[in-house]
């Protein structure tokens, strides 16, 4: 079989996968309504102890949790690689171009594109949120829910600040400190880049290491990432209750379509614009990543299914692709920023604070430095709209309700984050690659059969 026909394959998989995964999912979702109505509450108990059951959870001694355990043994498998394969992409990168020019040129594009697609999804979240919350769709009585204060509020510009860090074990030791990992891996790889062939075996330890995890995560993705996204995709819709989801539905329903939009209309005006090429094909080849991208809720996770389209199928180069889709990964977080955005006016609105054109200019500013903080893991993003929060000072009684609405219902929201997330990674990589000429148009404009 040739590599063309084990993509299309691939594709055609975890379509049937994702179909498979709602359709499953959202029957168990109506079982579990139907048997808690009419009060076997006991026999969904059971059930969900056998499949969903999360077996880390306090009390869940005695719980089984197939899907949960199948879904998590996936996601660790791919979180394993992250610190080595982001590290380890990003210095090869820095080694790889021996222009000093061309490197800082290809940085000011990259940093220009996100900043482009980050200002119009902004633009945008701020725009839908004003409308719904002028039109009153917002306000909404929220009861019946246990107040949390989520995370510990503190000045977004922090992020900035622990970008460099004071201990290198650290930040090696854990999923977390993605940033930082990047700014280590630039100036170790524009170090090597300098010292030339001074440094010879730590440049090949990094690419035998590299393809290492190249290797890994492609029999992952190709092997059981279709079985996979079904597994989370039923897990997820099968514990998500609708007991909170109707004080939120406008809430739900606003992100949702903003989320679309910019995903079905947004990155491709992108690419035309910027590159003036069809940007039918990128939608088409992008797909399944947003797939992947959506079924696992991690940018983290979907990363190398992303690189390898974008650089065997959309034509990017691939030190351009090994440098930006990192990159992106960390601070390109344009779904997570609308989410936010929205997020936050709903909550203003819901706990009685003004909105304005200037309260929601501020928010779109926290949120965008927020989200460039945000880890590549599934739920970061709401967990981290506290800080916007506690940045704008909605933190009365109604704003924490609201806010733990927001914690019970937006897992869904999330995965469309995800996929809006990882496929701004590949739209800003192909506008920086044709701007370089090291766009390969005929792949780009290649049918997959």
Not at 112 to 126: K, Q, R
Not at 337 to 343: K, L, S, T
Request: proline share 3%; with cysteine; charged share 10%.
């Amino acid at each position: 079989m040739t590599k063309k026909q084990n993509k299309n394959r691939l594709a055609i998989h975890m379509a049937i996968a994702l179909v498979c995964g709602l359709v499953t999912g959202s029957l168990f979702l109506m079982l579990r309504e139907n048997l808690l109505a009419g009060g076997n509450a006991d026999l969904w108990a059971t059930i969900n102890k056998i499949l969903f059951q999360d077996i880390s959870a306090e009390g869940a001694t005695d719980a089984i949790g197939i899907f949960y355990i199948l879904g998590q043994l996936f996601l660790n498998s791919m979180q394993l690689v992250i610190v080595p394969m982001v590290f380890t992409s990003i210095a090869l990168a820095m080694c790889r171009i021996s222009d000093t020019k061309t490197l800082g040129r290809l940085s000011y594009k990259t940093i220009a594109g996100f900043l482009a697609t980050s200002f119009f999804a902004l633009i945008l979240a701020g725009v839908v949120g004003l409308f719904a919350n002028k039109l009153g769709v917002f306000n909404v009585s929220i009861d019946n829910i246990t107040a949390q204060t989520g995370t510990t509020g503190s000045n977004p510009l922090l992020i900035l600040v622990k970008a460099i860090p004071n201990n290198i074990a650290s930040v090696f030791t854990t999923n977390g400190s993605i940033l930082s990992i990047v700014f280590l891996a630039v100036i170790t790889g524009l170090s090597i880049n300098h010292l030339g062939d001074q440094i010879s075996i730590l440049k090949k330890l990094l690419e035998d290491v590299n393809k290492i995890i190249t290797v890994f995560l492609t029999f992952l993705i190709t092997k059981f990432g279709p079985f996979a996204i079904f597994v989370l995709l039923t897990r997820t819709f099968a514990i998500y209750g609708v007991e909170h989801l109707k004080p939120a539905l406008a809430y739900v329903i606003t992100v949702i379509v903003t989320l679309l939009v910019f995903l079905t209309v947004g990155y491709a005006l992108f690419i035309l614009i910027a590159t003036r090429l069809n940007p039918m094909p990128f939608v088409k080849k992008i797909g399944k990543v947003a797939m992947f991208g959506f079924s696992t809720s991690s940018s983290a996770a979907t990363l190398p299914l992303n690189t390898k389209t974008t650089t065997e199928e959309l034509g990017v180069n691939e030190e351009v692709a090994s440098f930006i889709l990192p990159l992106g990964m960390t601070i390109n977080m344009n779904g997570t920023a609308i989410m936010q955005v929205i997020a936050a006016i709903f909550i203003a609105s819901s706990a009685g604070y003004d909105v304005t054109f200037g309260s929601i200019s501020l928010i779109a500013i926290l949120a965008l430095i927020a989200s460039i903080g945000t880890p590549a893991a599934p739920g970061a993003g709401a967990v981290i709209l506290f800080t916007v929060l506690s940045g704008m000072g909605y933190q009365n009684d109604a704003a924490l309700l609201a806010y733990s609405l927001i914690l019970a219902i937006n897992r869904p929201v999330e995965m469309l984050v995800t996929a809006l997330n990882v496929v701004g990674d590949s739209a800003t990589a192909v506008v920086v690659a044709k701007s370089e000429n090291c766009l390969n148009e005929e792949a780009y404009f290649q049918e997959i059969k």
